[in-house]
């Protein structure tokens, strides 16, 4: 029987779970979790014993030194609670970060299920994020998916039809299931050809998305800002390469033909009816709404850019030279050392860029 010392009894909670690894393309999912925990100072009240769930030489311990001692951090998944308190609204959030664990699947659901059953959980949210063909210059899709045909139609959600391998988010949501516990995934798509972490503007949207399902303003802090910031980025590394500037060119042609459909009367009403709720926040204020576009206000977001990857290959491509590397004004080379440094780190995502735009298990 799991026990829980500390936690106070809690008010419409919700769990929110996201893990890193498979299911976490550009760090999307788990940088959303950890903003919620670090805006809201959570307080960690458990941890998953990492010995029953981690091989260590894939996820291996760290060392630190801690005011000359050193100390060892193993990889795990941590619990831990926020009381998210906007004017009249109060709901308390039960958040989980982990990692994708390497054993003992179920077991690690059943445990995580047991929290949320002890501390009176209503509903599970599992963030995930997934290479796709989409365009860095649109806003992020992100979709919304249950094994629950009522709450699919209660929450206007997709009913999950996705048939193929899956990683602890869809292993999760069917144990949410199959326990009786209503859950939901939301999936942010993230361009494959700048698939490496951070990804500001996926964590906004699976942010503005989780806003919109759990009933509570979320404060977004600087989130908009560096969203901002990355596009720009992309947007200029892009443009010094012809050939992925054409491709970019192509995926928003085809997105926006694909979404042509979409600029009916009920569609326009609901992004209405999302203006309304929102119209007291700014972008980048504590409980504004940020939007995922947008440029200005950046002064140069070159630096510390993803790189691209080649469309073709999915292996990176080197920032071509500037008039000012030319004459010597801007360190040259950089490129080559990121793309170096980034390529083993990303060879697994990258190769499962064709099989995981779907996977929404």
Known sequence: MIELEGVPELIDPVMICAFEGWNDAGDAASTAVGHLDREWKGEVFASLDAEDYYDFQVNRPTVA????????????????????????????LVLVRGIEPSMRWRSFCNEILGYAHELG???????????????????????????????????DLEETRYEGPTGIVGILQEACTHAGVPAVSLWAAVPHYVSQPPNPKATLALLNRLEDLIGVRIPLGE????????????????????????????LEEARDTAELPEASGEAIAREFERYLRRRDGSPGTPGGHATETGTGGVADAREGAPYLRDPGTGHPRPRKPSAKDDDGDEASGSGNEDAGSTESAENAESNDAEDRPDDQG
């Open 121 to 155: 959980v209503e509903m599970v949210v599992v963030l995930g994020a997934l290479l796709g063909d989409t365009p860095h210059t649109r806003p992020v899709p992100v979709s919304g998916v249950t094994s629950d045909p009522d709450l699919a139609r209660t929450l």
């Open 223 to 250: 989130l908009g800002e560096d969203a901002r910031a990355w596009q720009l980025g992309v947007d200029q590394l892009a443009s010094e390469d012809s050939e992925v500037a054409e491709y970019v060119q192509s």
């Open 65 to 92: 030194l801690d005011n000359g001692v050193r100390k060892i951090t193993w990889p795990t998944t941590r619990l831990s609670v926020v009381r998210a308190e906007n004017g009249e609204k109060t709901r308390d």
